[in-house]
């Protein structure tokens, strides 16, 4: 064989490495599952089985044909705002405490069915529903499995706090989707960065300068200031998913530009990525919460809209603000008075209350609706009928050895997945030990069951562990079979979900208000803190 030399010579291809996405990355190119359709479809069951879940005799129950609950609150200053052009008032407290974008939403179900508990429900069960999609979405782009999300998914539906949450007309709902939407934002935009930056890498364009190259527009991170805006519009608690949300961002732009080789990272952040990270998740959720006000704006009539003049002078140093914006200045802190005033030292308890240290483990529900007067239908003579906002306990009961071992995956091993759920854990649970004097209830807890269930989903994936086939035998017939570390974390994870969903039907009749005998509603109440 004659050995060919010279400028023809040239080595035999080298194919690339497999990859499961368009873009290569140091050290691995892994940007998400691959599987588009088979993902889409699974989404799609789970759901379909949320809906199903969320809407099945979302009318049931009322107080005679009226609101439950806080339900009283809400239905009402909806069906204003729908009634009186876009504006609620109130009169029967005297103060609307609350952004009017979740009530918005309740009076857009109001408008399809009227004033009924199917019309200050049904936004509540969309909101319910979309929130299963986007956490299986959003799982399985952190874990790059579509089985993953998969167990998120079926773990949010077994979920008995989400699932009350989704059929009543409260607002807590409502910020748990607008903040979970806007995380999976930055979770796409996290991927998107990294795409840019691995393309400048391949055409040596990383180094040209300390700083790094330019990333260019980032939608989907202005789609997160959306977001994060309308969660802000429902709930003022969602400041702290503000101020949590923007550091995660801040953080994920230093590892992409340290992972892709910028000399400088941290400097090239400051300098390409802050300017526009305050835009987009500062500046953007204010015009966005801003715009949520333009009935009040617009009207006549709205609650303290005249206050410059009346309630307030017409001088001193913000003088030349607008008087508008200083009513509504002036409106919202009164509201933040009314919340702050609501102190156990000043007298004010509640039956039900309960403290943020309780919410991890759901040690101290709310009892949102019970009857036992003219009930029946439980096949004896004395039955019983009570809506119990509770979360699964299986579910919830191992949030803190979850947690422990979110937090040593998040910093030990730096696992950036579990460092950012813990981001959003900490910023629906931690702000709230700030004010412990302040009356304060599980339903805060909503928009941390999103955050938990991701979690816990994760852990199960590491469980679970990877698809290690053994390979077969040479001139074997059958395909390689999987490892016995597979098979062995397959089986463990499915025993869990499968009592999950056990538990989750156990409670079925204290989340739903089914008839049900005294002795019944009290083996549904397993701790002494649940009566």
Partial sequence: M?????????????????????????????????????GWIVTGVLTLIAAITRFAYLGYPTDAGTPVFDEKH??????????????????????VVHPPVGKQLIAIGE????????????????????LVLLVIRIVRRMARSTLVGAIA??????????????????????????????????IVDRDEVRHRLALADFEGRAAFTAWGPRVGVRWWRFGAG????????????????????????????????????????????????????????????????????????????????????????TGGPFAFVPDALRSLWFYSGESLRFHSELTNSAGNHHPWESKPWTWPMGLRPMLYYYADGGVTGCGQTQCVKAVML?????????????????????????????????????AAWLPWFLTLDRQMYYFYAVALAPFL?????????????????????RGAAKPAVPSERHSLGLLAVCLYLGLVIANFVWLWPILTALPITPGNWHDHLWLPSWR
Avoid: H
């Fill in 2 to 38: 004659t050995q060919v030399t010279g400028p023809r010579a040239t080595a035999p291809p080298v194919p690339p490495p497999a990859r499961s996405s368009p873009a290569p990355r140091r050290p691995v190119p892994d940007f998400g599952p691959v599987d588009t359709a088979r």
């Fill in 390 to 426: 509770v979360g699964t306990p299986a579910l919830w009961w191992i949030a803190f050895p979850a947690l422990a071992w979110m937090i040593w995956r998040g910093v030990v091993r730096r696992d950036w997945r579990y460092g950012a759920v813990l981001v959003g854990y900490g």
């Fill in 226 to 313: 959306v977001l994060l805006g309308l969660a802000c519009g429902t709930k003022w608690s969602s400041i702290y998913f503000v101020m949590a949300f923007g550091l995660l961002s801040v953080a994920f732009d230093v590892a992409a530009r340290r992972t892709y080789g910028v000399p400088r990272p941290w400097l090239g952040t400051l300098v390409r990525d802050v300017g526009p990270a305050l835009y987009a998740l500062v500046l953007i959720p204010l015009v966005v919460y801003l715009g949520s006000y333009a009935a009040w704006f617009a009207s006549e009539v709205g609650v303290y809209r005249w206050a410059v003049g009346n309630q307030v002078g």
């Fill in 153 to 186: 998914g079926l773990l949010l539906i077994a979920d008995g706090l989400t699932f009350v949450s989704s059929r009543i007309g409260m607002l807590d709902i409502f910020m748990a989707l607008f903040v979970v939407a806007a995380f999976g934002c930055l």
């Fill in 111 to 130: 408008a399809i069915f009227g004033y009924n508990a199917w019309g200050w429900r049904f936004s509540a069960a969309v909101a319910g529903t979309l």
């Fill in 74 to 95: 809400y239905a009402p200053q909806a069906w204003q705002m729908l009634t009186g052009n876009g504006v609620e008032d109130n009169p029967g407290y005297g103060l």
């Fill in 453 to 473: 269930v991701m979690g816990v989903a994760l852990v199960l994936g590491d469980v679970l562990g990877p698809d290690r086939r053994l390979p077969r035998l």
